[in-house]
T-cell receptor
Framework: EAQVTQNPRYLITVTGKKLTVTCSQN?????MSWYRQDPGLGLRQIYY???????DKGDVPEGYKVSRKEKRNFPLILESPSPNQTSLYFC?????????????FGPGTRLLVL | GDSVTQMEGPVTLSEEAFLTINCTYT??????LFWYVQYPGEGLQLLLK?????DKGSNKGFEATYRKETTSFHLEKGSVQVSDSAVYFC??????????FGSGTKLNVKP
């Protein structure tokens, strides 16, 4: 089944404790992206990647890191989480370049930073 | 900068009513426009898209027309069903591969 998977689905952590949210897609997509969803703000793009070893900042990259060492994986790293990073996070992928293309979203990761 | 503005919700309708959810955008260049739907507890799914001016996207009875002159992409459906209850997001994608989403509009359809 073609899908985007994220792990974990739910995470509670404390301020300053490094964490990684994994994202994997099995559709051989070149484009991958991370978003956060907050009430009243919709989805905001954090980082995106157009291919292996090619990443770029979205609208809200502060406090996040990403890497793209393999085509199928695009982990999101929070080196020192803070309470304002409490949010619902979505990973998405798209074939080739994303312009005009449909994005396929993962199920989401709900993060609470205490 | 690029942005999307959509009407605030929630929108509450009775079954078989006509639906309009307004969406306007600001963008440089020639963006593609999308409507995504999010059902409770799930990720977003593409509902429809339009990639150039005057294109009409349609799917499952929903329609939206890319209006460059009014920078709008309003979502419409002639007769909503209870199963259409969800959150709807308007989005645009620029030729620089960045995506911008609206804040979402929650639709509640009552039997």
């Amino acid at each position: 089944e073609a899908q985007v998977t994220q792990n974990p689905r739910y995470l509670i952590t404390v301020t300053g404790k490094k964490l990684t949210v994994t994202c994997s897609q099995n559709m051989n997509h070149e484009y991958m992206s991370w978003y956060r969803q907050d009430p009243g703000l919709g989805l905001r793009q954090i980082y995106y990647s157009m291919n292996v070893e090619v990443t770029d900042k979205g609208d809200v990259p502060e406090g996040y890191k990403v890497s793209r060492k393999e085509k199928r994986n695009f982990p999101l790293i929070l080196e020192s989480p803070s309470p304002n990073q409490t949010s619902l996070y979505f990973c998405a992928s798209s074939p080739e370049l994303a312009y005009q293309e449909t994005q396929y979203f993962g199920p989401g990761t709900r993060l609470l930073v205490l | 900068g690029d942005s999307v503005t959509q009407m605030e919700g929630p929108v509450t309708l009775s079954e078989e009513a006509f639906l309009t959810i307004n969406c306007t955008y600001t963008a440089t260049g020639y963006p593609s426009l999308f409507w995504y739907v999010q059902y409770p507890g799930e990720g977003l799914q593409l509902l429809l898209k339009a990639t150039k001016a005057d294109d009409k996207g349609s799917n499952k009875g929903f329609e939206a027309t890319y209006r460059k002159e009014t920078t709008s992409f309003h979502l419409e459906k002639g007769s909503v069903q209870v199963s259409d209850s969800a959150v709807y997001f308007c989005a645009l994608n620029t030729d620089f591969n960045k995506f911008y989403f609206g804040s979402g509009t929650k639709l509640n359809v009552k039997p």
